[in-house]
């Protein structure tokens, strides 16, 4: 998952420094890109603080009847604005971030117009209230006796984001409510964490720390009382509906293709990377069954030699990368740094993920988050452990989390100077380029010649990938309720144990809160794929993989539909 003072002249040079690093020659249309940049980084202030934009870092979002209605007439001012531009002689810079700056647009009308988040979701006010604290603490952009004027003044915005909640929300289903008291209860002990944290740091603002973070602790607890005793809507009613899922397809996506036929590839996907699936694991049954590995286990090996393993693998898959003709990886490439997941983001984060640093930000450092290695972990347990580190078994989240996944694409995204290239964050590019590296460094041998377990694991990575596309259209065009959904993947994916049943229960709750999110990872994936293949054809001989995926990697997180013309193929 993916986080001073301001005085006025430090939030207009923000908007400067916007403004001085476009690469258009149209003022206007430079003028009216930056104009929709700040709506939307004022209107979303946390979202902002995540990017490293920290003008708005005093403020929650502002989800009452008249705010939402004040930025969907902004928005549709824009829109009309936009047009103009439609068919006007722009730069092919200029022309991609046009198609950019109205997906922009058109997704924040979606949002707050036609689906309205803000009635029908209590996590958006959760996340705002978490999220809002977690990203200042998290940014490295000043230090915390500047950040926590800023912390402190969010905290004070809290019961009111809740009061506007509970005026906005509209009989959300019951998975939505299932889904917010469980982040309420730990959203409740981060906030009592970052309040001990501050008070000790602080001792001379201690009484008003204490006063202003029991108030939102409060307002959290008196929300998660008004969610228990509030009339659930539909069991269905997470869904978005075919026409939305169908618009986001094309105006968030670019896509050519509607949610039927995005249901019929998945189905086709699923069907043939099941057989892949089933094949092989049958063939690493029948000639690759060695039994449990026979490791001698030293008895000082313990849980800190766990996490320093995790990083030092980090580092050695950079080695690899850094010696291959894969990617160009810059020497001064920000940290990243492995960490268990926070707890109060252990609700909704069940797996592993990573954390970037803003785009914007002056400091960058990102986190990978694994999951918490047991206080209690007994000796079979760290054995099993040890015997993981020695066939080095993390060498495949590391490829999709940092080098060369997440980490080295979002880095290198950020680095793009065009202030509309940074602020796009398309899923398809990002979740698709993680997936497809899972495979390609693969045939790279950053494994050895082979290495069959991993190769089923980048097989399951693909089945569980397709699966997702079948269950993400069939959730929000309302062909699945949130329980059949469940018990369709447990089925699909032949899951037998309870933690892994777990495991799809909470997967399948997240994917009720992101429509058309899940999709990405393998659609994104096949279109890179096919952008490779234009490329290769069009350079013959001269083709370098290396070259192709700096080209694409420095174009930012946008939608690999409009790499074609970006790239120029």
């Known amino acids: 998952m993916f986080r001073k003072v301001f005085t006025p002249l430090v939030a207009t040079s923000v908007l400067i420094c916007i403004a001085a690093g476009s690469l258009s020659a149209d003022n206007k249309f430079d003028k009216l890109c930056n104009n929709v940049l700040e709506s939307l980084q004022s209107f979303y202030t946390v979202r902002s603080t995540e990017m490293g934009i920290h003008a708005y870092d005093f403020h929650l979002a502002d989800y009452s009847s008249k705010s939402v209605k004040g930025m969907i007439k902004k928005l549709q001012d824009y829109e009309k604005k936009l047009y103009r531009y439609k068919k006007a002689d722009l730069s092919l810079h200029d022309r991609i971030n046009y198609k950019l700056v109205k997906a922009n647009v058109d997704i924040a009308l979606l949002n707050l117009q036609r689906i309205q988040w803000h009635k029908k979701s209590p996590q958006l006010y959760v996340d705002e209230a978490v999220n809002g604290i977690y990203f200042l603490m998290l940014s490295g952009h000043a230090p915390l006796q500047e950040k926590r004027v800023a912390i402190i003044s969010r905290m004070k915005a809290v019961p009111g984001l809740f009061a506007t909640a509970r005026k906005r929300l509209k009989n959300p289903p019951p998975v939505y409510i299932e889904a917010a008291l469980e982040s309420l209860e730990s959203g409740q002990q981060f906030y009592r964490e970052v309040a001990g944290e501050l008070m000790s740091k602080f001792p001379d603002q201690a009484?008003?720390?204490?006063?202003?973070?029991?108030?939102?602790?409060?307002?959290?607890?008196?929300?998660?009382?008004?969610?228990?005793?509030?009339?659930?809507?539909?069991?269905?009613?997470?869904?978005?509906?075919?026409?939305?899922?169908?618009?986001?397809?094309?105006?968030?996506?670019?896509?050519?293709?509607?949610?039927?036929?995005?249901?019929?590839?998945?189905?086709?996907?699923?069907?043939?990377?099941?057989?892949?699936?089933?094949?092989?694991?049958?063939?690493?049954?029948?000639?690759?069954?060695?039994?449990?590995?026979?490791?001698?286990?030293?008895?000082?090996?313990?849980?800190?030699?766990?996490?320093?393993?995790?990083?030092?693998?980090?580092?050695?898959?950079?080695?690899?990368?850094?010696?291959?003709?894969?990617?160009?990886?810059?020497?001064?490439?920000?940290?990243?740094?492995?960490?268990?997941?926070?707890?109060?983001?252990r609700t909704m984060i069940s797996g592993i993920a990573y954390q970037p640093a803003g785009p914007f930000d002056s400091v960058q450092q990102g986190y990978f988050y694994v999951r918490p290695i047991p206080e209690d972990i007994d000796r079979p347990q760290l054995e099993a452990r040890y015997r993981y580190i020695h066939r080095r078994g993390f060498r495949g989240s590391v490829v999709h989390e940092a080098f060369p996944g997440h980490h080295l694409q979002l880095q290198l995204a950020g680095r793009n100077e065009d202030p509309v290239r940074k602020w796009q964050f398309n899923i398809m590019m990002i979740e698709g380029w993680a997936l497809y590296c899972e495979e390609e460094v693969y045939h790279y041998g950053l494994y050895g010649s082979e290495d069959p377990v991993q190769w089923l694991g980048v097989l399951g990575g693909i089945r569980f990938r397709a699966a997702r596309i079948v269950a993400d259209v069939k959730l929000h065009t309302g062909q699945f309720s949130y329980q059949e959904c469940v018990d369709w993947m447990i089925a699909a994916l032949g899951i037998t144990s309870e933690s892994g049943r777990q495991y799809i229960r909470k997967e399948v709750r997240r994917y009720t809160l992101s429509p058309a999110y899940q999709m990405s990872y393998l659609t994104g994936k096949l279109a890179i794929m096919e952008l490779r293949e234009a490329a290769v054809a069009r350079d013959g001989d001269q083709f370098s993989m290396a070259d192709f995926h700096d080209a694409l990697l420095a174009e930012g997180s946008i939608p690999p539909a409009l790499m074609w013309e970006a790239m120029g193929l």
Request: glycine share 2%; proline share 4%.
């Open 207 to 345: 009484d008003e720390i204490l006063k202003v973070s029991t108030r939102a602790r409060e307002a959290m607890n008196d929300f998660a009382r008004y969610l228990s005793e509030l009339e659930p809507g539909s069991p269905t009613e997470f869904a978005i509906g075919r026409k939305n899922f169908d618009y986001k397809l094309s105006n968030e996506y670019f896509l050519t293709y509607d949610s039927d036929s995005l249901l019929k590839l998945g189905e086709a996907l699923l069907e043939q990377s099941q057989a892949a699936y089933t094949d092989y694991e049958a063939y690493l049954e029948n000639d690759y069954q060695n039994g449990q590995d026979s490791v001698f286990v030293p008895a000082n090996f313990n849980v800190a030699d766990i996490l320093e393993y995790y990083n030092w693998e980090v580092r050695q898959v950079r080695v690899f990368l850094e010696r291959s003709d894969f990617v160009t990886i810059p020497e001064d490439i920000a940290p990243v740094t492995v960490i268990e997941t926070p707890s109060f983001l």
